[in-house]
């Protein structure tokens, strides 16, 4: 059974500092890409970066967090992290990981740019509540 689940969310003051952990079990990390979305109060849920499965390897970042956020793994513990630095008030919203059930996503911003529909066939976990302010 596939598991997905989210830490390291928290209240932080603007240009603060959060790393989130995705810790993933029932399949093996590598194989399947993998990212991070979030979703704040009104909005729609959007891609903030994601990473392609290991064989073809790419990251991608959504233009409002490059330069801010950075998305790793630890395969050794089927763990992916997002490191979020300078944060800022707009980045406030829950933060889902998810990963494809089917390794066929050719790069990373096709798993983040994916469709509401598209982003069923998805594992995601329950989310963690990220707010930046002051």
């Known amino acids: 059974q596939v598991q997905l689940v989210e830490s390291g969310g928290g209240l932080v003051q603007p240009g603060g500092s959060l790393r989130l952990s995705c810790a993933a079990s029932?399949?093996?990390?590598?194989?399947?890409?993998i990212g991070w979305f979030r979703q704040a109060p009104g909005k729609e849920r959007e891609g903030v970066s994601c990473?392609?499965?290991?064989?073809?390897?790419?990251?991608y970042y959504l233009d409002s967090v490059k330069g801010r956020f950075t998305i790793s793994k630890d395969n050794a513990k089927n763990t992916v992290y997002l490191q979020m630095n300078s944060l800022k008030p707009e980045d406030t919203g829950v933060y889902y990981c998810?990963?494809?059930?089917?390794?066929?996503?050719?790069?990373?911003?096709?798993?983040?740019?994916?469709?509401?529909?598209?982003?069923?066939?998805?594992?995601w976990g329950h989310g963690t509540q990220v707010t930046v302010s002051s």
């Open positions: 998810a990963a494809e059930r089917v390794p066929l996503l050719p790069t990373a911003q096709a798993m983040c740019a994916s469709t509401p529909v598209e982003t069923t066939e998805y594992d």
């Open positions: 029932g399949f093996s990390l590598p194989y399947f890409a």
């Open positions: 990473m392609s499965s290991s064989d073809r390897s790419d990251t």
